[in-house]
Protein backbone atom coordinates (compact mmCIF):
# COMPACT_ATOMS: atom_id res chain seq x y z
CA UNK A 1 0.00 0.00 0.00
CA UNK A 2 1.36 3.59 -1.08
CA UNK A 3 1.41 5.95 1.82
CA UNK A 4 0.13 9.36 0.89
CA UNK A 5 2.44 12.42 1.35
CA UNK A 6 2.02 14.54 4.19
CA UNK A 7 1.82 18.38 3.94
CA UNK A 8 5.05 20.65 5.49
CA UNK A 9 3.55 21.79 8.22
CA UNK A 10 5.51 23.47 11.22
CA UNK A 11 4.73 25.00 14.67
CA UNK A 12 2.17 24.53 16.75
CA UNK A 13 -1.10 22.46 16.12
CA UNK A 14 -4.32 20.67 17.03
CA UNK A 15 -4.32 17.08 15.40
CA UNK A 16 -7.19 14.61 15.04
CA UNK A 17 -5.57 11.47 14.86
CA UNK A 18 -7.23 8.20 13.90
CA UNK A 19 -5.59 4.21 13.96
CA UNK A 20 -6.78 1.06 13.29
CA UNK A 21 -5.82 -2.36 14.34
CA UNK A 22 -4.71 -4.69 11.25
CA UNK A 23 -7.78 -6.02 9.59
CA UNK A 24 -10.35 -4.49 12.04
CA UNK A 25 -9.84 -7.20 14.65
CA UNK A 26 -11.28 -6.36 18.27
CA UNK A 27 -7.66 -6.86 20.41
CA UNK A 28 -8.37 -4.05 22.18
CA UNK A 29 -11.23 -5.50 24.29
CA UNK A 30 -8.71 -7.51 25.99
CA UNK A 31 -7.73 -5.34 29.46
CA UNK A 32 -4.28 -6.27 28.60
CA UNK A 33 -4.18 -4.74 25.91
CA UNK A 34 -6.14 -1.82 26.85
CA UNK A 35 -3.10 -1.65 29.40
CA UNK A 36 -0.37 -1.03 27.26
CA UNK A 37 -2.20 1.11 24.59
CA UNK A 38 -3.43 3.71 27.81
CA UNK A 39 0.49 3.12 28.94
CA UNK A 40 1.76 4.00 26.02
CA UNK A 41 -0.75 7.10 25.22
CA UNK A 42 0.80 8.51 28.64
CA UNK A 43 4.49 7.93 27.37
CA UNK A 44 3.31 10.15 24.54
CA UNK A 45 2.77 13.30 26.61
CA UNK A 46 6.33 12.57 28.46
CA UNK A 47 8.55 11.19 26.12
CA UNK A 48 6.99 13.77 23.01
CA UNK A 49 5.91 16.96 25.21
CA UNK A 50 2.72 16.55 23.45
CA UNK A 51 -0.79 17.59 24.77
CA UNK A 52 -3.28 14.96 24.94
CA UNK A 53 -6.98 16.54 24.44
CA UNK A 54 -9.01 13.70 24.70
CA UNK A 55 -8.99 10.56 23.11
CA UNK A 56 -11.00 6.76 23.01
CA UNK A 57 -9.84 3.75 22.53
CA UNK A 58 -12.63 1.55 20.61
CA UNK A 59 -12.53 -2.73 19.97
CA UNK A 60 -10.02 -1.96 17.08
CA UNK A 61 -9.53 1.97 16.66
CA UNK A 62 -8.31 4.26 18.88
CA UNK A 63 -8.92 8.56 18.10
CA UNK A 64 -6.95 11.13 19.42
CA UNK A 65 -6.51 14.99 19.68
CA UNK A 66 -3.10 15.68 20.39
CA UNK A 67 -1.42 19.13 20.50
CA UNK A 68 1.95 19.63 19.46
CA UNK A 69 4.26 22.41 19.70
CA UNK A 70 5.73 20.95 16.69
CA UNK A 71 3.65 19.43 14.40
CA UNK A 72 6.32 18.39 11.76
CA UNK A 73 6.95 15.79 14.16
CA UNK A 74 3.42 13.97 14.04
CA UNK A 75 4.43 11.43 11.89
CA UNK A 76 7.42 10.28 13.76
CA UNK A 77 5.96 10.42 17.08
CA UNK A 78 2.59 7.89 15.57
CA UNK A 79 5.43 5.87 14.10
CA UNK A 80 7.09 5.34 17.31
CA UNK A 81 3.87 4.82 19.17
CA UNK A 82 2.80 1.97 16.81
CA UNK A 83 5.95 0.47 16.75
CA UNK A 84 6.14 0.25 20.36
CA UNK A 85 2.64 -1.03 21.07
CA UNK A 86 2.96 -3.55 18.41
CA UNK A 87 5.97 -4.73 20.00
CA UNK A 88 4.11 -4.89 23.66
CA UNK A 89 1.80 -6.42 22.39
CA UNK A 90 3.24 -9.13 20.56
CA UNK A 91 4.86 -10.19 23.31
CA UNK A 92 1.52 -11.01 24.37
CA UNK A 93 1.27 -13.88 22.58
CA UNK A 94 -2.88 -13.52 21.55
CA UNK A 95 -4.45 -16.22 19.51
CA UNK A 96 -6.21 -13.76 17.65
CA UNK A 97 -3.24 -12.25 16.27
CA UNK A 98 -0.71 -15.46 15.89
CA UNK A 99 0.01 -15.29 12.37
CA UNK A 100 3.61 -16.14 10.23
CA UNK A 101 3.67 -11.69 9.69
CA UNK A 102 2.33 -10.44 13.21
CA UNK A 103 0.93 -7.14 12.48
CA UNK A 104 -0.74 -5.07 15.11
CA UNK A 105 -1.84 -1.72 13.11
CA UNK A 106 -2.77 -0.68 9.62
CA UNK A 107 0.32 0.90 7.65
CA UNK A 108 -1.49 4.14 7.57
CA UNK A 109 -3.20 6.49 9.75
CA UNK A 110 -5.16 9.54 9.09
CA UNK A 111 -4.62 12.76 10.50
CA UNK A 112 -6.89 16.25 10.80
CA UNK A 113 -5.31 19.86 11.08
CA UNK A 114 -8.14 21.59 13.34
CA UNK A 115 -8.36 24.81 13.01
CA UNK A 116 -10.92 26.71 14.97
CA UNK A 117 -12.41 26.13 18.75
CA UNK A 118 -15.30 24.74 16.96
CA UNK A 119 -13.80 21.93 14.99
CA UNK A 120 -12.03 20.93 17.89
CA UNK A 121 -15.67 20.95 19.95
CA UNK A 122 -17.08 18.85 16.94
CA UNK A 123 -14.35 16.28 16.99
CA UNK A 124 -14.03 15.95 21.32
CA UNK A 125 -18.03 15.37 20.78
CA UNK A 126 -17.19 12.87 18.24
CA UNK A 127 -14.80 11.14 20.05
CA UNK A 128 -16.78 10.32 23.58
CA UNK A 129 -19.81 9.23 21.78
CA UNK A 130 -18.24 6.65 19.20
CA UNK A 131 -18.77 4.39 21.71
CA UNK A 132 -21.83 5.57 22.27
CA UNK A 133 -23.14 5.26 18.44
CA UNK A 134 -21.16 1.69 18.26
CA UNK A 135 -23.82 0.63 20.99
CA UNK A 136 -20.59 -0.14 23.90
CA UNK A 137 -22.50 1.81 26.15
CA UNK A 138 -25.78 4.20 26.79
CA UNK A 139 -23.93 6.90 27.28
CA UNK A 140 -20.04 8.42 27.00
CA UNK A 141 -19.53 8.81 30.35
CA UNK A 142 -19.70 4.84 30.89
CA UNK A 143 -17.18 3.80 28.46
CA UNK A 144 -13.72 4.66 30.71
CA UNK A 145 -11.50 3.60 27.70
CA UNK A 146 -11.77 7.38 27.10
CA UNK A 147 -11.32 11.05 27.95
CA UNK A 148 -15.43 11.62 28.24
CA UNK A 149 -15.03 11.65 32.44
CA UNK A 150 -12.72 13.76 32.58
CA UNK A 151 -14.91 16.33 30.06
CA UNK A 152 -18.40 15.63 30.92
CA UNK A 153 -17.87 14.09 35.11
CA UNK A 154 -14.70 16.42 35.64
CA UNK A 155 -12.97 13.15 36.83
CA UNK A 156 -9.13 12.52 36.27
CA UNK A 157 -9.10 9.63 34.50
CA UNK A 158 -5.98 7.34 33.84
CA UNK A 159 -4.76 9.68 30.81
CA UNK A 160 -3.70 13.31 31.97
CA UNK A 161 -5.91 15.60 29.48
CA UNK A 162 -5.12 19.05 28.31
CA UNK A 163 -8.28 21.03 28.60
CA UNK A 164 -5.77 24.15 28.61
CA UNK A 165 -5.08 24.08 24.93
CA UNK A 166 -5.16 27.72 24.04
CA UNK A 167 -1.58 28.48 23.58
CA UNK A 168 -2.07 25.91 20.64
CA UNK A 169 -4.46 27.30 18.76
CA UNK A 170 -2.46 30.84 19.36
CA UNK A 171 0.78 29.27 18.01
Known amino acids: MVLRKRLK??????????????????????????????????????????????????????????????VERLSKIIQSFKSITSRRVKELNLPELRENNFRLWMPRFDDLILYSEEQLKIKIEYIHNNPVKAGLVASAKEWCFSSASDWLKGESGVVKIDKDYDWLLRG
Not at 13 to 25: E, G, H, S
Not at 33 to 45: G, H, P, R, S, Y
Open 9 to 70: LKGSAIVFVTTTVFKWKPIFLDPRVMTIILDEINKLQKIYEIAIICYVIMPHHIHMILGFPE
